[in-house]
């Protein structure tokens, strides 16, 4: 039981969120297509770490989106600010504490393949941890094997891919691999990515979604990509870029989950 737990019951105003939503990099604005009804900084909440990277609020926010109760992280804090890759726990283990049964994940991310270019979305099918590090590496008991086969949930994909070609959004699917950053890759680590089976490099998502997996929740993770991978274009890559391009596949992104949620405020599904 986390200290933010008690602070947040009474600001849920009776409702039951079942969904929790995590806002990476410039995918904060989300946040103004939701009908808000409280947030608070992280800061002010016992236990929360604090990003100190630009394009991340930092805020919990309780909100209906398309009617769906909800509790969304904007901005995370990232294994590159300290080295821990425990650092989302507490935000995580709250959720869980609350009630959250889904939580979905969002980053930007660069693209390795030349079919999948600046703007476009990919729903997380898999991932490859390749920054070697669990945010489970020092707890005990059995319960830190977790198991990862199925880590991104088939029904949450499903419903995530019903809701984008109800749309007429295309929504691909592929493999994210974690990179530690904060420095991009090199030519040569793209070009192992590419081989490796990765569709998407990121700095992010890989520890949330093991933690997540550990507190029993169902993962559902999607990309933004921002940017070809380093040495598929020649052009230097850099966090502005990342800024600059996420809200604009963002907002794609944010109408495939708006038409999701909509669909549990009518079934009740998640709600
Ligand atoms: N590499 C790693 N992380 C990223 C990238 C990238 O090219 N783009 C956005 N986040």
Do not use: C
Not at 147 to 154: E, P, Q, R, V
Not at 188 to 213: C, K, N, Q, Y
Request: charged content about 20%; aromatic content about 6%.
């Amino acid at each position: 039981m986390t200290v933010a737990i008690d602070a947040l019951r009474p600001h849920l105003h009776g409702l039951r969120p079942r969904t929790g939503i995590v806002l990476g990099s410039g995918l904060g604005r989300f946040v103004e297509a939701l009908d808000v009804l409280y947030r608070v900084s992280y800061a002010d909440l016992p236990g929360f770490p604090v990003s100190r990277v630009s394009g991340h609020a930092g805020e919990l926010v309780v909100a209906r989106a398309s009617g769906t109760p909800v509790i969304v992280l904007s901005g995370r804090v990232h294994f590159y600010e300290s080295g821990d890759a425990n650092a989302m726990r507490m935000p995580i283990e709250t959720l869980a504490g609350l009630g959250i049964e889904n939580l979905i994940l969002t980053n930007s991310a660069g693209s390795v393949r030349e079919d999948l270019p600046p703007g476009s979305v990919l729903r997380t099918a898999d991932h490859i941890a390749f920054s070697g590090r669990s945010p489970l590496i020092g707890m005990e008991g059995d319960d830190r094997f977790v198991g990862m086969t199925n880590a991104y949930d088939a029904a949450l994909a499903a419903r995530m891919d019903a809701a984008a070609a109800r749309l007429g959004e295309t929504l691909q699917s592929g493999v994210y691999m974690w990179f530690s950053g904060p420095n991009f890759e090199t030519p040569a680590e793209i070009r192992m990515a590419r081989i490796l089976g990765a569709d998407a490099v990121g700095m992010s998502t890989v520890p949330e979604v093991i933690l997540a997996r550990y507190f029993g929740l169902k993962v559902l993770a999607a990309s933004v990509i921002t940017n070809y991978g380093a040495g598929m274009t020649g052009a230097e890559l850099s966090h502005a870029e990342t800024k600059e391009m996420a809200p604009k596949g963002g907002e794609r992104l944010g109408r495939i989950l708006l038409a999701m949620l909509e669909e549990d405020a009518d079934g009740a599904a998640t709600g």
